[in-house]
């Protein structure tokens, strides 16, 4: 149980009524039209001003998240697809025109020179930018965006294979990857692959119509490619794709060599005389599967024992979690994939939301999303409401650290030799996720840096990629699975370029895990210190409070490579 008793701090509206009401954009209009409208005269009155604006911003994402949340939660309720749809036509397509007109209001006031120029320094940059890059004609292409977004969704989520009489979901077949019997994997990976490709041309064909529209969005925003459009959205101010590309080098430098190294011990291992796709899950040693927990209650609890272990105010904040209904934790028919924490920003707290179907994974799933409900926890006193908000690259640096701090504490899901073989597949997970994360990232480079690509192109680049960064699995029989493997990668569909950040924060957790290996209460305070800051200073100096270096190339990734294959060679069998 937890040392102590998480009690979250309120923070009650100061303008808005308390229990306004925000369902319509008739309801939410008059709110933002006061803002456009009133007048400014000092620059006190624009920090009081801007804390509205936070406000009436909060509360109105409060309620498209709780939309979004009841969406994904039954994708297959039709009462909640058609709120959510209601709110991605209805709402957001007004809101982007009067928030640029806000936005302009705040950066052509005169009091803005009166502003600290270090405290708004990421703000205004973010502003800016954001005003460079606003075109009211791609508002309707934004929406048409988020509906195609939602039918791959939907197409995700309806997936479902037939095996020994029963429906199950991919997800739900995952676990028996990872069983003994090898014809049995073998049977079970195929179904999936098999169902998978039903819907090729399906998703082929939603990709293509994604590629126009993010191509034209990128053309009206005056880029020459959304290559150049997609850094500027995603706020990448302090990297560009040079330092990507020096990034996926060194990932093929430093880490390809140790993934293969994995694989080629697997399979002496396993006895085999060639590693197939459905032979990755598998125990080498032949044990049964890792089965930390039958039930997501007795998941719950174990999380919180573990988060106990790292630091007791985290574990009491996770308690209040739990006993506040803010997890939805199990898989089900109709639920859609994947896993997120997202925030309630008018009340200011997490909601974590996952498949769990009763693996290791799932452990390590809640371990992570944990992590960025503590980063929103940490930050939520803080007053200008895009502070609460840190860019991605640090966002994950909280949660790929939680499933580091948190891998050596699993005595309450295993036992001794269970829970080493737990944290040896944490590390090597993350040796095998690094080259996957450069290629999605080198893939995403190029289906935009080639417009006008065939589908026969777009395979052809994706295995060429694949060979760059794969191991040395054998498809042989399964090249059209193998072909349209990036199918399953959500984030190539639903959010272009978003993935080397995983690589980035992934550096920099492995940073804060070296140096808890010899100073862990140090490691766990810098962690903490770094997550209380939020958004409110550039990446380089967040990544500088938490003791870090906020740089990807070979130089840091190399040292700490080579401290996990030293954390292997201790734990492994």
């Not at 994995?262 to 796709?277: M, N, V, Y």
């Not at 039930?295 to 573990?306: C, I, M, P, S």
């Not at 007791?312 to 209040?320: C, I, K, M, R, V």
């Amino acid at each position: 149980m937890s040392h102590s008793s998480y009690v979250p701090q309120t923070f009650p509206h100061i303008w808005l009524p308390e229990r306004v009401n925000l369902t319509t954009w008739d309801r939410i209009q008059p709110w933002y039209q006061e803002l456009v409208e009133t007048s400014i005269s000092s620059t006190v009155e624009l920090e009081v001003w801007l804390t509205q604006l936070g406000e009436i911003n909060g509360a109105v994402s409060q309620e498209g998240v709780k939309r979004y949340v009841a969406m994904t939660c039954q994708t297959d309720d039709s009462a909640c697809e058609a709120s959510y749809l209601e709110w991605v036509r209805d709402v957001e397509p007004m809101l982007k025109p009067i928030q640029n007109a806000l936005r302009e209001k705040y950066l052509d006031s005169p009091h803005r020179a009166g502003l600290s120029k270090s405290r708004y320094h990421v703000f205004d940059r973010a502003w800016e930018n954001r005003r460079a890059l606003y075109r009211e004609a791609n508002v309707a292409r934004e929406t048409e965006l988020a509906e195609l977004e939602q039918q791959y969704q939907k197409l995700i989520g309806a997936m479902m294979v037939m095996y020994k009489g029963e429906e199950r979901t991919p997800a739900q077949m995952s676990p028996l990857l990872e069983e003994i019997d090898r014809a049995q994997r073998e049977e079970v990976w195929k179904l999936v692959a098999a169902r998978r490709l039903q819907d090729k041309d399906k998703l082929d064909e939603l990709f293509d119509q994604m590629i126009v529209l993010r191509e034209a969005i990128a053309k009206e925003s005056g880029f020459a490619d959304y290559v150049a459009y997609a850094y500027r959205s995603r706020e990448r101010f302090d990297y560009g794709v040079a330092e990507a590309e020096a990034f996926q080098k060194a990932i093929e430098t430093v880490v390809v060599p140790l993934v293969r190294d994995i694989q080629e011990s697997r399979l002496k291992t396993l006895g085999i005389d060639r590693l197939r796709p459905w032979d990755l899950s598998v125990d080498p040693l032949n044990r049964q599967p890792l089965r930390p927990f039958t039930d997501v209650e007795a998941l719950a609890k174990g999380t919180e024992t573990v988060f106990n272990a790292v630091d007791p105010e985290l574990g009491s904040q996770f308690a209040y979690l739990h006993a506040n209904g803010l997890l939805d934790l199990a898989n089900r028919k109709g639920k859609a994939p994947g896993g997120y924490q997202t925030t309630y920003e008018d009340d200011r707290l997490p909601f974590i939301f996952m498949n769990a179907v009763g693996v290791d994974g799932d452990v390590r799933t809640l371990l992570h999303e944990g992590g960025h409900a503590f980063h929103a926890l940490a930050a939520r006193a803080e007053p200008l409401a895009a502070y609460r908000e840190t860019p991605i690259e640090f966002c994950e640096v909280a949660s790929m650290t939680m499933e580091l701090f948190g891998g050596p504490e699993l005595g309450v899901f295993y036992n001794e030799d269970d829970a080493r073989r737990s944290y040896q597949q944490l590390l090597e997970g993350i040796v095998v996720i690094l080259p996957w994360i450069a290629t999605v990232d080198a893939f995403q480079h190029w289906v935009y840096q080639h417009p006008g690509h065939t589908r026969s192109e777009r395979r052809d680049a994706w295995n060429a990629i694949l060979n760059r960064f794969g191991g040395s699995v054998d498809w042989t029989g399964y090249e059209e699975a193998r072909s349209h493997s990036w199918h399953r990668q959500l984030h190539i569909f639903l959010y272009p370029f978003y993935y080397i950040e995983y690589g980035i924060a992934q550096l920099g957790a492995l940073g804060l895990w070296h140096r808890s290996l010899s100073d862990k209460p140090g490691a766990v305070a810098a962690y903490r210190k770094a997550l209380a800051l939020g958004g409110s200073k550039p990446l380089p100096e967040l990544f500088g409070a938490a003791g870090l270096p906020f740089d990807f190339s070979e130089a840091t990734l190399r040292p700490l490579i080579d401290s996990i294959r030293a954390e292997l060679e201790k734990v492994g069998p």
